[in-house]
């Protein structure tokens, strides 16, 4: 399994061009939802990441242990990220809740 490197930071969703066709039918929830589906998977594929590089750390097929922590920080701080959007969303919600109509 061969890892690609480290891309630079990519915008979530293109805010110079807009297609109307897509955001007259899709309802505004679904970039709402892409997020957090974008999130997760970043969540697996980290995860997936590390627990490869610590095999084969374990099992001597890799000469550098670096890329077994700088694997783990990864996946440390994508599930940490998604909590922390988790977090943030039910806070939201709840203050949402609190309004009186």
């Given amino acids: 399994m061969e890892f690609s490197p480290i891309r630079p930071i990519e915008p979530l969703?293109?805010?110079?061009?807009?297609?109307?066709?897509?955001?007259?039918s899709a309802p505004a929830t679904s970039v709402f939802a892409n997020v957090f589906r974008q999130a997760i998977e970043n969540v697996r594929q980290t995860n997936a990441e590390q627990v490869y590089l610590e095999y084969q750390l374990s099992t001597g097929q890799l000469d550098n242990p670096a890329l077994v922590t700088t694997a783990t920080s990864k996946a440390t701080t994508a599930a940490l990220l998604l909590m922390e959007m988790r977090n943030k969303?039910?806070?939201?919600?709840?203050?949402?809740?609190?309004?009186s109509l």
């Fill in 13 to 24: 969703w293109d805010t110079t061009q807009t297609q109307p066709t897509e955001a007259a």
């Fill in 89 to 99: 969303a039910i806070d939201t919600y709840n203050e949402l809740m609190r309004i």
